[in-house]
């Protein structure tokens, strides 16, 4: 039947067909359907007549169009075929239809379907309380924690692994990559790199060989049962009178009795051998008495010159083994007891063949305003570093000291500086303002550069000396103003003074004494160049390199430049500075010379809690100031570190 609207419905092989034009949407029935279908369109039912018309057209278009309509049918008979098979092959129920009916279920249907949902959900709970049980199991008996850090130990050692394994494959690559660049480099520019010999010590070399020492299971007299090895004959010289080499004589003479128990001996025979005599000899009992009355006068005459004797060796070895060094005048010391002096104080020393180091500070012989400045600081006797390094000093060397930080290193460079500048000419003092100060002073930070100004300022306050502080973080331009007034004594850091003489703030034509401190401080914080740059810009001249030109050009009062070094560290960079500007340089070590600790300086560690630590540190403090003598700079340092511990808190 074809519609004003081009529509058409067909039926083939009991399936119902909807056509809209040439769009075609297709509907599919059974045929136990169809009069529910035909009911729904009236139409349909009232136009048979018209559909046999379809099914017997006479009219060409007619019959076209309907070979067309039979195609379209067969082509969607097929599709609800091929449609119909797949649901009834994934579904075990009817095929659905518009007007299919829910199945319901019978009572024993659904208590059988409660009953498998109960049973399910009861073996769900006894299988989670079974596991929690047995967690609660392993918890109480620790096998949980032990799991948990067992795989906790497992997970670290694979990361250790996996990071070890990366860590190598990246250093095979820049092994790699350096050794391609290391090729290049050879190949085209011809660089090669030198390899250091290594050199090793004789006693390295052979300290697994030859062993010295001696071993209790080295001796192989031990278990020996010969009673030559077990009861030594003690060796009597001179029959009690001589004296074994390598031994105290004066413990030797303690335990000597030979001589008395030989005459005792002696006498006893005499005694004896009179007693028997019966030839009748006519000696008689009165004369025998006499005689042992004299014999025990000779034992004790003997005894008692021996008693002299060795006292008298005794006082003879007691000169030879003098005083001490610290009983002695100086005219008094010999090279033992300077040798014990420095062994004292951790004090070694290369390059001074004459300078002896202080015991007081009246051997060092220094001008009175200097020396009184030292009485009134309460410096009672000089630092280790102090009795070397002031000596050398005073003789206008060059010097390199090597000291721990708080060893008293900045008095000790001070005092001597301060004895040179009040030895200069006056003509040099009085330029001071158009050619310079006399002396410089390096720092690596500010806050230490402020620290030696202050001392500075306390051990010249009996002169007319001028200091000026040079420093970053103040104006350059009141700093250079109170340099071009004109200073003595200039100290700074290198950054800043670079700066002022750049500007020419300052100008350093007479600068014949310098003296750089914390040198390897200076290096690691990167002023290297700047200190070279103040090096080179001073006018002074170096000594020569020749020892003996470098003693006439002191001794002829030449100007030439002073330089002292003090460092905690001789790095390569430090020793790499010293060798181009320092001539023929005395070396001052404190400490130990492999390890550099400082083996007056006692280090004890306590392991505290933390509301612990406030009130320890308040009993050792208490503990220290009950005692007699505590030293100044130890209290500086403790109360240093109470007040970072506050101001952590």
Same mark, same amino acid.
């Given at each position: 039947?074809?519609?004003?609207?081009?529509?058409?419905?067909?039926?083939?092989?009991?399936? =119902?067909?909807?056509?809209?034009?040439? #769009?075609?949407?297709?509907?599919?029935?059974?045929?136990?359907?169809?009069?529910?279908?035909?009911?729904?369109?009236?139409?349909?039912?009232?136009?048979?007549?018209?559909?046999?018309?379809?099914?017997?057209?006479?009219?060409?278009?007619?019959?076209?169009?309907?070979?067309?309509?039979?195609?379209?049918?067969?082509?969607?008979?097929?599709?609800?075929?091929?449609?119909?098979?797949?649901?009834?092959?994934?579904?075990?129920?009817?095929?659905?239809?518009?007007?299919?009916?829910?199945?319901?279920?019978?009572?024993? %249907?659904r208590e059988k379907l409660a009953l498998e949902r109960l049973e399910l959900k009861r073996k769900e709970a006894i299988a989670k309380s079974s596991q929690a049980e047995t967690a609660h199991d392993r918890f109480v008996s620790g096998l949980a924690i032990e799991e948990k850090k067992r795989n906790e130990r497992i997970q670290a050692e694979k990361d250790k692994r996996e990071r070890e394994q990366r860590k190598l494959e990246e250093n095979k690559e820049t092994v790699e990559i350096d050794h391609e660049i290391k090729s290049i480099r050879e190949h085209y520019l011809g660089q090669t790199e030198k390899t250091k010999k290594?050199?090793?010590?004789?006693?390295?070399?052979?300290?697994?060989?030859?062993?010295?020492?001696?071993?209790?299971?080295?001796?192989?007299?031990?278990?020996?049962?010969?009673?030559?090895?077990? #009861?030594?004959?003690?060796?009597?010289?001179?029959?009690?009178?001589?004296?074994?080499?390598?031994?105290?004589?004066?413990?030797?003479?303690?335990?000597?009795? =030979?001589?008395?128990?030989?005459?005792?001996?002696?006498?006893?025979?005499?005694?004896?051998?009179?007693?028997?005599?019966?030839?009748?000899?006519?000696?008689?009992?009165?004369?025998?008495? &006499?005689?042992?009355?004299?014999?025990?006068?000779?034992?004790?005459?003997?005894?008692?010159?021996? #008693?002299?004797?060795?006292?008298?060796?005794?006082?003879?070895?007691?000169?030879?083994?003098?005083?001490?060094?610290?009983?002695?005048?100086?005219?008094?010391?010999?090279?033992?007891?300077?040798?014990?002096?420095?062994?004292? =104080?951790?004090?070694?020393?290369?390059?001074?063949?004459?300078?002896?180091?202080?015991?007081?500070?009246?051997?060092?012989?220094?001008?009175?305003?200097?020396?009184?400045?030292?009485?009134?600081?309460?410096?009672?006797?000089?630092?280790?570093?102090?009795?070397?390094?002031?000596?050398?000093?005073?003789?206008?060397?060059?010097?390199?000291?090597?000291?721990?930080?708080?060893?008293?290193?900045?008095?000790?460079?001070?005092?001597?500086?301060?004895?040179?500048?009040?030895?200069?000419?006056? &003509?040099?003092?009085?330029?001071?303002?158009?050619?310079?100060?006399?002396?410089?002073?390096?720092?690596?930070?500010?806050?230490?550069?402020?620290?030696? %100004?202050?001392?500075?300022?306390?051990?010249?306050?009996?002169?007319?000396?001028?200091?000026?502080?040079?420093?970053?973080?103040?104006?350059?331009?009141d700093q250079g103003f109170r340099l071009r007034k004109g200073v003595h004594i200039v100290i700074g850091t290198p950054g800043r003074l670079c700066d002022c003489l750049q500007n020419n703030y300052l100008v350093l034509n007479q600068c014949n004494y310098v003296v750089m401190d914390e040198a390897d401080r200076m290096v690691d914080m990167g002023f290297e160049e700047q200190v070279l740059e103040v090096l080179d810009g001073m006018g002074s001249i170096l000594k020569s390199e020749n020892e003996d030109v470098a003693e006439t050009q002191l001794n002829s009062q030449q100007s030439v430049r002073i330089t002292a070094m003090?460092?905690?560290?001789?790095?390569?960079?430090?020793?790499?500075?010293?060798?181009?500007?320092?001539?023929?340089?005395?070396? *001052?070590?404190?400490?130990?010379?492999?390890?550099?600790?400082?083996?007056?300086?006692?280090?004890? *560690?306590?392991?505290?809690? %933390?509301?612990?630590?406030?009130?320890?540190?308040? &009993? %050792?403090?208490?503990?220290?100031?009950?005692?007699?003598? *505590?030293?100044?700079?130890?209290? *500086?340092?403790?109360?240093?570190? =109470?007040?970072?511990?506050?101001?952590?808190?």
């Amino acid at each position: 039947m074809q519609t004003e609207d081009d529509r058409g419905l067909i039926f083939r092989n009991n399936v =119902f067909f909807l056509v809209i034009s040439s #769009n075609v949407i297709i509907t599919g029935f059974s045929q136990v359907k169809t009069d529910s279908i035909m009911s729904s369109f009236p139409s349909l039912s009232s136009s048979s007549s018209e559909s046999e018309d379809i099914n017997h057209p006479t009219d060409p278009l007619q019959i076209e169009e309907a070979r067309r309509l039979q195609e379209i049918a067969e082509r969607a008979e097929r599709k609800a075929a091929e449609r119909l098979k797949a649901e009834v092959e994934t579904t075990t129920t009817l095929p659905l239809s518009s007007s299919s009916t829910t199945k319901f279920l019978s009572k024993q %249907e659904r208590e059988k379907l409660a009953l498998e949902r109960l049973e399910l959900k009861r073996k769900e709970a006894i299988a989670k309380s079974s596991q929690a049980e047995t967690a609660h199991d392993r918890f109480v008996s620790g096998l949980a924690i032990e799991e948990k850090k067992r795989n906790e130990r497992i997970q670290a050692e694979k990361d250790k692994r996996e990071r070890e394994q990366r860590k190598l494959e990246e250093n095979k690559e820049t092994v790699e990559i350096d050794h391609e660049i290391k090729s290049i480099r050879e190949h085209y520019l011809g660089q090669t790199e030198k390899t250091k010999k290594v050199v090793t010590k004789p006693s390295e070399k052979f300290s697994k060989i030859f062993q010295f020492e001696w071993k209790d299971e080295d001796d192989t007299t031990r278990n020996d049962q010969n009673p030559l090895y077990n #009861n030594r004959v003690k060796i009597n010289t001179l029959f009690g009178r001589g004296y074994l080499a390598g031994i105290d004589q004066r413990e030797q003479r303690k335990d000597s009795n =030979f001589l008395a128990a030989l005459s005792e001996k002696r006498m006893s025979e005499i005694k004896k051998s009179e007693e028997s005599d019966t030839t009748g000899s006519g000696i008689g009992r009165i004369e025998m008495m &006499e005689r042992n009355q004299a014999r025990l006068l000779a034992t004790e005459a003997l005894k008692r010159k021996f #008693n002299e004797d060795g006292d008298n060796k005794n006082r003879s070895d007691n000169k030879k083994v003098d005083l001490h060094w610290s009983e002695k005048e100086l005219h008094q010391m010999s090279d033992r007891d300077w040798r014990i002096f420095r062994e004292d =104080f951790d004090i070694r020393v290369q390059g001074a063949r004459d300078c002896l180091p202080l015991r007081n500070w009246e051997e060092a012989r220094l001008p009175s305003q200097v020396m009184k400045a030292v009485q009134d600081a309460n410096y009672e006797k000089p630092s280790p570093i102090q009795r070397q390094a002031i000596p050398v000093g005073l003789l206008k060397r060059d010097l390199i000291g090597l000291a721990e930080t708080g060893s008293g290193k900045t008095a000790a460079f001070l005092i001597p500086l301060l004895a040179y500048l009040l030895a200069a000419p006056p &003509e040099h003092i009085q330029r001071i303002a158009g050619q310079g100060p006399l002396a410089l002073i390096m720092a690596p930070t500010r806050e230490l550069a402020q620290q030696i %100004e202050e001392e500075c300022i306390k051990l010249a306050k009996y002169t007319n000396f001028i200091t000026a502080n040079v420093v970053g973080g103040q104006s350059i331009e009141d700093q250079g103003f109170r340099l071009r007034k004109g200073v003595h004594i200039v100290i700074g850091t290198p950054g800043r003074l670079c700066d002022c003489l750049q500007n020419n703030y300052l100008v350093l034509n007479q600068c014949n004494y310098v003296v750089m401190d914390e040198a390897d401080r200076m290096v690691d914080m990167g002023f290297e160049e700047q200190v070279l740059e103040v090096l080179d810009g001073m006018g002074s001249i170096l000594k020569s390199e020749n020892e003996d030109v470098a003693e006439t050009q002191l001794n002829s009062q030449q100007s030439v430049r002073i330089t002292a070094m003090f460092s905690a560290t001789m790095s390569s960079e430090v020793e790499r500075l010293a060798k181009t500007y320092l001539r023929h340089p005395v070396i *001052v070590k404190i400490g130990d010379e492999e390890t550099g600790k400082n083996k007056r300086i006692e280090q004890r *560690v306590m392991f505290l809690s %933390e509301g612990q630590k406030k009130n320890k540190l308040i &009993e %050792e403090l208490n503990k220290l100031g009950n005692q007699e003598k *505590v030293s100044s700079c130890f209290f *500086v340092f403790i109360i240093m570190l =109470f007040n970072m511990y506050l101001y952590l808190c």
